[in-house]
């Protein structure tokens, strides 16, 4: 899961990446994502909403990724929201995106403006698979994103670039094709990935654990209301509103700090959200700064054994 071993329980004063859902629709109909059945409104963040966010976190050296639950480039006010971001000289720009609106035109004004990472997920080499996994063009995603990758070469961009597919079962011989299809393309990575479950998802009893995605992070739903966690796709987990909070108000408010308080304890259970996620099973959590406690599901005995990941 994640490379390095989590000591938890040192949150900074500021965060250090921030989501902001700018829109909360998307072109793609993907079968795994959650977004289909996603109705939050408005359909866009109002521009007083996202400049609050952008305006109190400036100089904190953030990252900003401008999405959460949607296809950013579906926004197009995204140039401009990107150049707001770019007065910052502090800060950092990442998007995650399914190619098939980054047409030339918006990816040389993109790159020209300044992308620190853009993540392309393609998930599929056969049109057929794609055609499943996306229900988009085949033949325009993989124009566009070709089109990206050359254009960074060629302005020499200090832009990160990834293309990505998830493993979907019976795609073994499909993603060697994949793998060496894009890397004669020029990203920096082809990633192969692991077809992500969301929480509440099938999932029946907690897995008590504690959860890295609370040490730096904020997350802004289109509405303008903070959610603990970036797979929280239908609010089970609020921890505040930027149109009544000031942002710092927030990361270091008591809601955010009860949730922490919790996950840093492994008691997943006691949180609506989290009592349905089995996130970072395989990460070691035996050296977290809190002690880790066995807590296992409501209504099961503890064990007296020292959990780990």
Not at 160 to 178: L, S
Not at 234 to 248: A, E, M, N, Y
């Amino acid at each position: 899961m994640n490379p390095k071993q989590p000591t938890g329980n040192q949150y900074p004063d500021t965060p250090s990446v921030i989501q902001i859902e700018t829109t909360i629709l998307c072109n793609a109909k993907c079968w795994f994502c959650p977004q289909n059945n996603t109705l939050r409104q408005p359909n866009y963040m109002e521009e007083q909403v996202w400049k609050k966010i952008i305006d109190e976190s400036r100089g904190m050296g953030v990252t900003y990724r401008p999405f959460l639950l949607n296809e950013p480039f579906f926004d197009k006010r995204m140039p401009d929201i990107m150049r707001y971001i770019r007065q910052d000289p502090t800060a950092r720009i990442e998007f995650n995106s399914n190619g098939s609106v980054v047409h030339p035109k918006l990816a040389d004004e993109v790159i020209s403006i300044g992308i620190d990472t853009i993540r392309f997920s393609v998930d599929g080499f056969k049109r057929e698979t794609f055609d499943e996994s996306r229900g988009l063009s085949y033949d325009n995603v993989y124009r566009n994103v070709e089109y990206f990758l050359k254009r960074v070469k060629e302005t020499g961009a200090k832009t990160h670039t990834e293309v990505r597919m998830i493993r979907f079962p019976g795609t073994e011989e499909e993603q060697v094709d994949f793998k060496k299809y894009w890397e004669e393309r020029g990203p920096d990575n082809v990633i192969l990935t692991d077809l992500y479950r969301y929480p509440w998802e099938g999932q029946t009893e907690a897995v008590n654990l504690p959860c890295l995605k609370v040490e730096r992070e904020m997350f802004f739903y289109v509405d303008g209301t903070a959610t603990l966690c970036c797979w929280d796709s239908t609010g089970r987990q609020l921890v505040g509103d930027i149109r009544k909070q000031t942002l710092i108000d927030i990361w270091k408010g008591q809601e955010l700090a009860r949730c922490r308080s919790l996950l840093d304890k492994g008691r997943r259970d006691e949180l609506n959200l989290c009592k349905r996620c089995d996130a970072y099973t395989s990460t070691d959590f035996s050296k977290w700064a809190t002690p880790i406690e066995p807590f296992p599901a409501a209504g099961t005995p503890a064990k007296k054994t020292a959990q780990g990941g």
